[in-house]
Nanobody
Framework: VQLQASGGGLVQAGGSLRLSCATD????????MGWFRQAPGKERDFVAG????????NYADSVKGRFTISRDKAKNEVYLNMNSLKPEDTAVYYC?????????????????WGQGTLVTVSS
């Protein structure tokens, strides 16, 4: 399983970014996909996830209403649309794949990880 995250960058507070996670056909069909983030000196935290089984989504409370996770099975990609960005959203963002059909929020439930993409939100 290979996961390739991209789309990070520098954006002003209130702005938007879209992260992409490229994978393969098998992975996007049988793995629940998640986005996590890790700020300097902090633990890696769950941001959003989408179930492979029914496309159901789940979000961390801190991003609800601002971030949207989606997938394109034809392109084998998962996206994280981020709006109304805040300085506290600054972190390295990782996409990950879990074999569970529900959407785990713990790091240990995900077997595969991408390399991360840095998002910096300036105030």
């Amino acid at each position: 399983v290979q996961l390739q995250a991209s789309g990070g960058g520098l954006v002003q507070a209130g702005g938007s970014l879209r992260l992409s996670c490229a994978t393969d056909e098998r992975t996007i069909r049988i793995y629940t996909m998640g986005w996590f983030r890790q700020a300097p000196g902090k633990e890696r935290d769950f941001v959003a996830g989408i179930s492979y089984r029914d496309g159901r989504t789940n979000y961390a409370d801190s991003v609800k209403g601002r971030f949207t996770i989606s997938r394109d099975k034809a392109k084998n990609e998962v996206y994280l649309n981020m709006n109304s960005l805040k300085p506290e959203d600054t972190a390295v963002y990782y996409c990950a794949a879990s074999p569970f059909h529900y959407i785990p929020t713990r790091v240990y439930a995900y077997d595969y990880w991408g390399q991360g993409t840095l998002v910096t939100v300036s105030s």
